[in-house]
């Protein structure tokens, strides 16, 4: 008898931080000043969470600490649609820039704050930036040290800013003295010769959209799920423009329309599940959700 294989779900993910916490804009947004700008996420969020309903798809949100201080009922609001909460760091902080016990810090601060707000244990992590870069992996050290089970943070590609090129382009375990960690790379493809980044967020919007089609398809074919990225801010054309350079402005505004229709074309053709869910880890028991409250959010 011919067994049939079962349809792959790829990982869906998102990076949840206001359009203001973004690395390129560091030189015109001080961290001290984040509260004072308006908040866009509310919407964003809504919209993400109603898209993946609508196509029966749950995803993985690694939210920032930040996010769950200041606006804990968006937080809430993603668990209790039964989607998965990671950790994105606290202060939106590149590992690269830190110590390896300042990145010990900034990630307890962000896992005790999600884990407060959601209820439930927070066992992957992000990187802002995705940067965990060569001369970085004792940042898997304390990851395994502060009980996280999977990492997603590296990019195997050749890119200014970020890029782990020697890294395995499918899913696997980083064996460490402190143990074992799954790393969930971000999806790539070849392209003549190279090996180019598909994944997802600004790649969504600015390469042709039958590149990140046929990565995917690549994967389905292949029975291995890819990892799928983006930001809630992507969806929203009519975020403030910031003072910054053109290098940055093209590449962080340009095609925010076109997000949504292509978004909403993946989730038709293809299936979306948690890293979590992928992974078969074990759900979490209940715990009592955090009654803290914000301004913001009121």
């Not at 898209?51 to 798809?57: S, Y």
């Not at 300042?102 to 407060?116: G, I, N």
């Not at 890029?163 to 790539?188: D, F, M, N, Q």
Request: with cysteine.
């Amino acid at each position: 008898m011919t067994s049939v294989r079962a349809p792959v779900e790829h990982i869906f993910t998102v990076d949840v931080e206001e359009y203001f916490h973004v690395g390129a804009f560091e030189s015109v947004v001080s961290r001290k000043d984040w509260s004072s700008y308006p908040s866009r996420i509310d919407g964003s969020i809504d919209l993400l969470l109603d898209l993946l309903a609508r196509h029966g798809a749950t995803g993985t949100f690694f939210t920032l600490g930040w996010v769950a201080d200041h606006h804990p009922r968006v937080v809430r609001r993603i668990a209790q649609a039964g989607h998965e909460i990671a950790s994105h760091g606290y202060w939106h902080r590149r590992v690269d820039s830190l110590a390896p016990e300042e990145f010990r810090q900034d990630l307890r601060a962000s896992k005790a704050v999600l884990e407060d707000v959601c209820g439930a244990r927070v066992s992957g992590f992000r990187a802002p930036n995705f940067s965990i870069r060569p001369g970085c992996e004792w940042a898997f050290d304390v990851l395994l040290e502060e009980g996280f089970h999977y990492d997603s943070s590296l990019f195997p590609i050749r890119r200014p800013g970020y890029g782990y090129r020697a890294a395995p382009v499918v899913p696997h375990i980083i064996r460490r003295a402190s143990g074992a960690l799954c790393e969930l790379p971000l999806a790539t493809t070849g392209w003549h010769g190279a090996r180019i980044p598909a994944a997802g967020g600004a790649y969504l919007r600015h390469f042709p959209f039958s590149i990140i089609r046929r990565c995917l398809r690549e994967h389905t074919d292949s029975g291995i799920p890819a990892t799928f990225y983006l930001h809630p801010w992507e969806l929203d054309p009519d975020q403030p423009r910031l003072p910054v350079g053109w290098v940055t402005r093209a590449r962080h505004y340009g095609g925010l329309a076109r997000t949504r229709p292509r978004l909403e074309q993946l989730l038709a053709e293809f299936r979306f599940t948690s890293a979590a869910r992928c992974l078969k880890l074990p759900s979490p028991a209940p715990r009592t959700l955090s009654a803290r409250v914000s301004n913001a959010d009121d």
